[in-house]
């Protein structure tokens, strides 16, 4: 057989052998573990790739791991939200070019290998993780790719850092365990651990208690990784104080693996014929548009920088939280596109940030005036992807939010769709204030006047990525026609 | 108040926690999902094709080898965070009167316990092995045999009385960082033999001379790095 | 791709490659960068006055470039209309260009305003050929972003709060829009301009004028239809003079564009007349004339007064347009033409007195005329333009609204418009009094500020003679007067 | 109820006391002890109840590794919780 028949365990495989090995390969020569990494990395892209265009060819399709066929052994699947895999490994492997000339000024040489094998592992659990097709994996690749991610936060210095590392670990241990409670309920009731099996089965259990139970620690241990409102605390503590490549990592890519775990349990459980899951949807909606306007606001009265950008994860985070409440076709669809440009956006946000941070040192707003003038590349990608945050058309950011209030018009919700607006107003006003800043200030400080254009690497994955956050806008038809079908099972619920 | 909000939410979770169990189907009678569906599915298939006397090691090692892979990297991981964050908070930031600098203080221990200690590794050593390599046929296997040898490693730090020395002496510090990947490398092995001899990444070969020294393979790889990981988090905590 | 096709794709993209390319080339050899901003404003000018004339019997194509998410495609058309308008924007923004080379020091920041503002002309061309209310309000949101580095760009403290001012208005006014073309769509299920507007729009009448009071609100506030017109007043003063320039003539009358695509195109005649708007529309326009005409005779600062005079001339053209009569819908868009080559060499006078003498009051022009003969007869003859004097250009489209608003039989209306034309006339003439009024004043007697010459002075004599030629040969083909024609047949008979 | 039973109860029992106790004391250094206890319990009950794979991971993690590596953060940061 091919490399893409065994390439849904090889998306897990190679990231996660390739980070194991780092620290033992690279001890005499940290710098060079870079390479490496980046070498694994691009390979689990290739392979990604190559998964995506059999998906094309003939539709979703599972693995069996071992050969035992399901719900015997562990079945990995892929569909179309599977796909966010390539997405996921493109930004992880622009995050490793970024970090070559990041990573030696925030983290001593002797400890470089140990960030590559965290961020290869982290990437290794998050494929894991969506293309899982089992409950346990899930909350196995849970822990792997949660893990890794604390400790990358921990890796910044500063006593900060450790403290929202902490901060960090603790609420995701809680959330952890409610998402093994649930999945434990589920055994008891089903019998077994593969989603699709116990999906079938769940309608036959005895009771609705458990199964209920189940749901709601389900969602509530996913919405803390998620940062859902009001269980976002931790996440602006953590993404401000982590190294930049890192921030970009968390917010771009494993916030959304709380996402995509609220998705996976809506479509786990929405065959289940007596449990009603509009309660939860409406909860849902609620709370992702408080998330919009309360992340919009605490981010407009920020002065620094990434927290600033921090607050626009949970706001943006909102959104995708509406489209999949609301749950009719164009939202949800709405919804798990902007999964995916969210994702290229905030990589780009935060990379742009930490090369502003990087090469002046400063890192409050209102010293960085003038920077652009400094470093005009670096602060023009961080403009055009803050006004892909903001969702101005027709840039990326405006599919996925156009969608959802669609959707929220199309199901008789007007109020929400002026949060939609209003929320895309505030984030405008602060990305306006960051750019004028940036370009039509004069200098303040004496380190903006010394500061020099980052280097080449830096820039290459900064440019890429601010680009893709403009271009992804311009595909956005087609990318709706991609998610639609996977996005379906969800819809059929509302 | 914070007392009493905490305790109320306690009480709310242990009533939904108790509402669910109670519900639960019955635990323990044959008619229950849990024994009726797939696990009845690993009774009657798992000595022939788990290929493990020992029905938990055939469902770690052959069924849900990939949910191993994720915890035998989980607990790698954990390693490789403690290294990354112990050693940047650096020793100078440390707080409070009453530390104690493993480092250079000699803890005061009898001679009647570190003679026992002493004694005991070498038994506790065998065990530890045998609870590893025999984990297919009896209860037991790679992760109970590593932890009992990881313990046996650092009781020996504690009490040998050698607590001033660093951790360059067991091992060469180029094979430590191997023998503390050893759990995900063993099942990026896996992966290959099983892609050679069965054409499934993640399965065990056919043949069961070989299936048994696969799974020995695995069990002596899970076992030994988790014993490595272990005395690596110990040493990092003591030192870091 | 037909060259039909191609041409507005050029015609947009053209301006903002040019300004990079001025950019680079302009801060390591000033003559090239000159040569690369002239051709390209040149070219640009061309390839929209030949659209203009190609498409002047009706729609020429539509196309469907971009599909980002069910409907917000990106659609540009071709049509009477917008390719009016393009060849206004891109006229204007030839002489401005051009007049900038001298008006701004030669340093690198000039370029800078070149390529900022020539990306701004490749954005108010994508608004004109705009094929849907998204398409268009991207092009209109993106200019707006883009000229506020130009209105800030002496970066005095009273420029950048100017600015500011600019950019809160402009961003309200978007979310009004973005409110109003979602419910649009909700209500009509299309957002495309067509001609005679919508086939249906369902919805409470609440609501539709909900959605069309949203879209005039948004797009009014660029129009500086009273009372939104708060950012005009302070941005003119505070912009460089060719950019005052562009801002008064085609910017505002950019606003007026989108509110005559949301009338005409999307809600259509006969909907806007059972809607019972338009009186309400024509009494607010007509209001703006008067209120911002007695503003601007109380003004005393040059450039805040030919603001005012801006706010109360882009009242006309929405006063004319409420009555949705042919001849003076025709009348409007002359206006606009006209207008904004009026307007913008009024402000290019402003800006080579204010470079020459250092005078920005109209109380300090007094003997200008000594020092300065040919500026002040340029001056002259603008003003007497913008009053309406014959044959000037400005006279032939007031007349022409004024024919309009009598054959609609809005007699109230044509009242406010001669009062208007009336107040024109008396904060126009204390002007042009003033500056030919000898002076014994010894600080401007023996000033060594003589007449300037170059770049401004050039583009100030074009403006003139063009005030002039539009107005006496107003009537031969080809010229605004009669492309309007086509333009407000289209609209008002949309060819079924 | 037979003895089985009553073994059973009587360990939850230990276990419940023994959480109520880490909960409890300030003192971490006795916390931690508990802890090991509360393993070591627990270690019984899975041997009862038929799983001695996952008694003696409990046994040799609960309370031996994680005691130990307790302990050895409790040096570090002094044993009084504040």
């Known amino acids: 057989m091919s490399a893409a028949a065994h390439g849904l365990a090889l998306v897990v495989l190679v990231p996660i052998v390739g980070g194991a090995l780092i620290p033992a390969l690279f001890r005499r020569f940290p710098t060079a573990a870079w390479g490496f990494a980046l070498a694994s990395s691009a390979l689990t892209l290739a392979i990604s790739i190559s998964l995506i265009r059999r998906l094309l060819a003939e539709g979703p399709f599972s693995y069996a791991a071992g050969g035992w066929p399901p719900p015997y052994g562990v079945a990995l699947h892929f569909d179309r939200f599977g796909a966010a895999i390539a997405v996921f490994s493109m930004i992880t492997l622009l995050v490793l070019i970024f970090s070559r000339r990041y990573i030696p000024a925030v983290v001593p040489i002797a400890r470089i290998p140990l960030y590559y094998a965290l961020v290869m592992i982290n990437l290794g659990g998050m494929n894991g993780f969506l293309v899982t097709g089992d409950l346990f994996n899930l909350f196995v690749f849970m822990e792997v790719f949660s893990v890794s991610a604390y400790a990358l936060v921990a890796m910044a210095r500063g006593p900060q850092a450790g403290l929202a590392a902490i901060k960090y670990l603790l609420l995701g241990a809680v959330s952890s365990l409610l998402v093994l409670f649930a999945i434990g309920l589920i055994f008891a009731q089903t019998g077994t651990l593969n989603m699709a099996d116990a999906a079938g089965r769940l309608d036959a259990a005895a009771s609705i208690v458990p199964t209920a139970l189940a749901l709601g620690a389900l969602t509530i241990g996913f919405m803390v990784k998620a940062a859902l409102f009001p269980l976002h605390v931790w996440l602006p503590d953590a993404h401000a104080s982590a190294p930049a490549p890192v921030s970009a990592l968390l917010s771009a890519v494993v916030v959304k693996a709380g996402v995509i775990g609220i998705i996976r349990t809506l479509q786990t459980f929405s065959d289940h014929g007596s449990l009603q899951l509009m309660p939860l949807q409406s909860l849902l909606i609620w709370l992702g548009a408080i998330a919009v306007l309360w992340g919009a606001v605490a981010a407009l009265v920020q002065s620094d920088l990434k927290r600033l950008l921090a607050y626009s994860t949970v706001t943006n985070i909102g959104y995708i939280f509406i489209g999949l409440g609301i749950g009719s076709a164009t939202a949800a669809s709405g919804a798990a596109v902007h999964i995916i440009n969210h994702a290229v956006i905030k990589a780009a946000l935060f990379l742009a940030a930490g090369a502003l941070i990087h090469q002046s040192g400063l890192r409050h707003i209102d010293d960085l005036r003038g920077l652009g003038e400094r470093m005009p590349l670096s602060a023009l990608a961080l403009g055009v992807a803050l006004l892909a945050v903001a969702g101005v058309p027709p840039t990326a950011g405006f599919v996925g939010k156009w969608q959802i209030g669609l959707g929220a018009l199309e199901t008789g919700r007007p109020l929400l769709m002026g949060v939609v607006i209003v929320g895309g107003l505030l984030v405008l006003t602060y990305g306006v204030r960051i750019i004028n800043t940036l370009f039509f200030r004069p200098p303040l400080h004496v380190r903006v006047v010394t500061s020099r254009e980052a280097p080449p690497s830096m820039l290459a994955a900064i440019l890429l990525l601010a680009a893709s956050s403009f271009l992804l806008g311009l595909a956005g038809k087609p990318m709706l026609d991609f998610v639609a079908p996977a996005i379906l099972p969800l819809t059929d619920t509302g | ?240 | 791709m037909t060259l039909t096709s191609l041409l507005p794709l050029i015609a947009l993209a053209l301006p903002i490659i040019g300004g990079l390319a001025a950019l680079g080339a302009g801060r390591r050899n000033r003559r090239l960068g000159i040569a690369v901003v002239a051709g390209t404003a040149v070219t640009t000018f061309l390839i929209t006055a030949l659209l203009a004339l190609a498409a002047k019997d009706g729609l020429l194509r539509e196309m469907t470039l971009v599909q980002i998410a069910p409907p917000v495609w990106i659609v540009f058309r071709i049509d009477p209309l917008g390719t009016l308008f393009a060849a206004t924007v891109s006229g204007l923004f030839l002489l401005a260009l051009i007049y900038a080379f001298g008006y701004l020091p030669d340093d690198r920041r000039q370029w800078r305003f070149h390529a900022f503002a020539m990306a701004c002309q490749g954005c108010m061309i994508g608004v004109a050929f705009a094929g849907n209310l998204v398409t268009l309000l991207v092009f209109y949101e993106l200019f707006s972003l883009l000229s506020y580095p130009l209105i800030t760009h002496d970066r005095t403290r009273v420029a950048v709060a100017a600015g500011l001012k600019y950019l809160v208005y402009i961003i309200t006014g978007g979310a009004f829009v973005w409110a109003g073309i979602i419910l649009v769509f909700h209500l009509g299920g299309e957002i495309r301009f067509l001609p005679g507007g919508l086939a249906d729009i369902n919805g409470s009448p609440g609501l539709v004028l909900a959605t069309f009071a949203c879209l005039v609100t948004g797009f009014g506030v660029k129009a500086a239809l009273m009372p939104l017109h708060g950012w005009v007043p302070d941005a003119h003063p505070a912009a460089p003079a060719p950019f005052s320039a562009v801002l008064s003539g085609v910017m505002v009358a950019t606003g007026v564009f989108g509110i005559l695509r949301v009338m005409f195109e999307i809600f259509g005649v006969s909907r806007l007349i059972e809607m019972g708007v338009l009186p309400w529309l024509g009494g607010i326009a007509g209001a703006s004339v008067l209120l911002a005409a007695a503003r601007a005779v109380g003004e005393d600062d040059l450039k805040r007064r030919l603001a005012w005079s801006t706010i109360s001339q882009m009242a006309y053209v929405l006063m004319a347009v409420s009555t949705i009569g042919g001849q003076a819908v025709t009348g409007a868009f002359v206006h606009i033409t006209h207008h904004a080559f009026l307007k913008g060499g009024l402000f290019f006078c402003a800006g080579l007195v204010a470079t020459v003498t250092g005078a920005t009051r109209i109380s300090q022009l007094r003997g200008l005329a000594q020092r300065m003969p040919v500026t002040s007869l340029a001056l002259t003859v603008l003003a007497l333009g913008l009053v309406g004097i014959p044959p000037l250009s400005g006279f032939i489209s007031k007349w022409l609204l004024g024919l309009g608003l009598a054959d609609a039989g809005a007699m109230v209306r044509l009242g406010v418009m001669l009062a208007g034309a009336l107040l024109a006339a008396v904060y126009l003439w204390p002007i042009i009094y003033r500056i030919w009024l000898p002076t014994d004043d010894p600080r401007f007697a023996h000033s060594h500020s003589r007449e300037a010459s170059g770049w401004m002075l050039g583009i100030l004599i074009a403006t003139g003679m063009l005030a002039v030629i539009l107005g006496t040969a107003a009537t031969l083909p080809g010229f605004p007067l009669d492309l309007a024609k086509n333009a407000a047949q289209w609209l008002v008979e949309p060819p079924p | 109820m037979s003895v089985s039973d009553l073994f059973d109860l009587l360990i939850l029992a230990l276990l419940i006391t023994c959480v109520l106790g880490i909960a409890r004391v300030r003192d971490l250094a006795t916390a931690v002890t508990l802890f090991a206890i509360y393993s070591f319990v627990l270690c019984l009950l899975w041997a009862h109840r038929g799983a001695p794979d996952v008694a003696m991971t409990e046994a040799a993690v609960g309370a031996g590794i994680t005691a130990v590596l307790f302990f050895t953060a409790i040096a570090k940061i002094g044993r009084r919780e504040k």
């Open chain 2, 1 to 240: 108040m914070r007392k009493f909000l905490a305790l109320v939410l306690i009480a709310a979770l242990g009533a939904v926690l108790i509402a669910a169990v109670v519900n639960l189907p019955e635990p323990g009678t044959t008619d229950s999902p849990v024994h009726t569906h797939v696990s009845a599915g690993y009774i009657k298939g798992g000595h022939e094709a788990g290929g493990a006397d020992n029905l938990v090691t055939a469902v770690l090692l052959n069924y849900r080898a990939i949910d191993t892979f994720g915890e035998v990297t989980v607990i790698f991981t954990a390693l490789i965070a403690v290294l990354a964050a112990t050693s940047l908070a650096g020793p100078t930031e440390r707080s409070g009167t009453q530390n104690i600098d493993l480092k250079t203080t000699r803890v005061p221990v009898s001679p009647v316990v570190s003679f026992v200690v002493r004694l005991m590794a070498p038994f506790i050593a065998t065990f530890a092995l045998f609870v590893m390599l025999k984990g297919h046929e009896l209860p037991g296997g790679g992760f109970q045999g590593g932890v009992v040898l990881g313990a046996m490693l650092i009781l020996l730090a504690l009490f040998s009385g050698r607590t001033d020395k660093t951790d360059d002496e067991e091992l060469p510090p180029g094979l430590r960082n191997w023998i503390r990947a050893a759990g995900p490398l063993v099942f990026g092995a896996l992966g290959l033999t099983g892609l050679v001899f069965s054409g499934w990444l993640f399965s065990l070969p056919d043949h069961p001379f070989w299936r048994e020294m696969v799974m020995i393979g695995l069990e002596l790889g899970i076992g030994i790095g988790g014993a490595a990981v272990l005395v690596g988090l110990f040493r990092a905590l003591r030192e870091g």
